[in-house]
């Protein structure tokens, strides 16, 4: 099981940015896919981006394509997403998560993400 801790989160008004940070445990983080996702309330959990494992492919959701950006670096365990333009329907909890097997790609569904973080809130405000 992944350790992963989510930080960054917060009260941002629209069109404005944020950078949220996951830090992982794990030997061998850099083989893994990291994913974020993000709950609105009432709503079911999303795809937001994935990173993969190895090679560094990444893929985006359509509504956030263009305004935000997932990136790693395997030598701190950590997955980043900055999040550009921001806007109310971005309001959430933003979680990142690990997928450990990086021969799947591009891997977006909740259900093949085995470790979850706890989630960092970002709300936008009009």
């Known amino acids: 099981q992944v350790q992963l801790v989510e930080s960054g989160g917060g009260l941002v008004q629209a069109g404005g940015s944020l950078r949220l940070s996951c830090a992982a445990s794990?030997?061998?983080?850099?083989?893994?896919?990291m994913g974020w996702f993000r709950q609105a309330p009432g709503k079911e959990r999303e795809f937001v981006a994935v990173?993969?494992?190895?090679?560094?492919?990444?893929n985006y959701a359509d509504s956030v394509k263009g305004r935000f950006t997932v990136s790693r670096t395997n030598a701190k365990n950590t997955v980043y997403l900055q999040m550009n333009s921001l806007n109310a329907e971005d309001t959430a909890v933003y979680y990142c998560?690990?997928?450990?097997?990086?021969?799947?790609?591009?891997?977006?569904?909740?259900?093949?993400?085995?470790?979850w973080g706890q989630g960092t809130q970002v709300t936008v405000s009009t």
């Open positions: 990173i993969r494992g190895g090679l560094g492919m990444t």
């Open positions: 998560a690990a997928n450990q097997d990086p021969g799947v790609w591009p891997v977006r569904d909740v259900a093949d993400f085995k470790s």
């Open positions: 794990g030997r061998t983080f850099s083989s893994y896919n």
